[in-house]
T-cell receptor
Framework: DAGVIQSPRHEVTEMGQEVTLRCKPISGHNSLFWYRQTMMRGLELLIYFNNNVPIDDSGMPEDRFSAKMPNASFSTLKIQPSEPRDSAVYFC????????????FGSGTRLTVV | GESVGLHLPTLSVQEGDNSIINCAYSNSASDYFIWYKQESGKGPQFIIDIRSNMDKRQGQRVTVLLNKTVKHLSLQIAATQPGDSAVYFCADETDSWGKLQFGAGTQVVVTP
């Protein structure tokens, strides 16, 4: 099992550009979570899906953020337009429904918006 | 102006000593708790979990204790090693979909 796979590992972009982060959950895991980690706020839950359906997006900071899960093996988090305050590490995690063993996190995408 | 970040509690431990990391949770309805370890530049990694019908669970060199009366969770690491240096997070499951609420974290620094 390759674990949760995120891409890219690092992204540097200019303010105003669109950024797309990608995640492949562990096969068979029904829940997928997007987190953002910063020194200011720690780990923040942005949105999560169950069986590809968004369950709770109340953590998405603004309309500039959107997330999709078109199928069980792929999810994207998009920021358009990006701003310097979006700079953070973005983690994707997946789990069996009910969090029987908690999450498995990906290695994260370090986003820098200049 | 100067930015202010989270001030993580730091636990300095001498190599070979035991470590105890504490965590308080707020939701008395939570019935599943997890400890994660995050090393620099990596995602959080599962260490050990415990359900609310237990008050103690042991793993390899780690023990989690749960006190539901005071809503307190602790992680004990035996014979702490340099590789244990990391930030440790507690988390509790807050809904049936597996949503986890994470604590702020504790930085563990192992000194030789």
């Amino acid at each position: 099992d390759a674990g949760v796979i995120q891409s890219p590992r690092h992204e540097v972009t200019e303010m105003g550009q669109e950024v797309t982060l990608r995640c492949k959950p562990i096969s068979g895991h029904n829940s997928l979570f997007w987190y953002r980690q910063t020194m200011m706020r720690g780990l923040e839950l942005l949105i999560y899906f169950n069986n590809n359906v968004p369950i709770d997006d109340s953590g998405m900071p603004e309309d500039r953020f959107s997330a999709k899960m078109p199928n069980a093996s792929f999810s994207t988090l998009k920021i358009q337009p990006s701003e310097p305050r979006d700079s953070a590490v973005y983690f994707c995690a997946s789990s069996p429904t009910g969090g029987q063993r908690g999450y498995t996190f990906g290695s994260g995408t370090r986003l820098t918006v200049v | 102006g100067e930015s202010v970040g989270l001030h993580l509690p730091t636990l300095s431990v001498q190599e070979g000593d035991n470590s105890i990391i504490n965590c308080a949770y707020s939701n008395s309805a939570s019935d599943y708790f997890i400890w994660y370890k995050q090393e620099s530049g990596k995602g959080p990694q599962f260490i050990i979990d415990i359900r609310s019908n237990m008050d103690k669970r042991q793993g390899q060199r780690v023990t989690v204790l749960l006190n539901k009366t005071v809503k307190h969770l602790s992680l004990q690491i035996a014979a702490t090693q340099p590789g244990d240096s990391a930030v440790y997070f507690c988390a509790d499951e807050t809904d049936s979909w597996g949503k986890l609420q994470f604590g702020a974290g504790t930085q563990v620094v192992v000194t030789p």
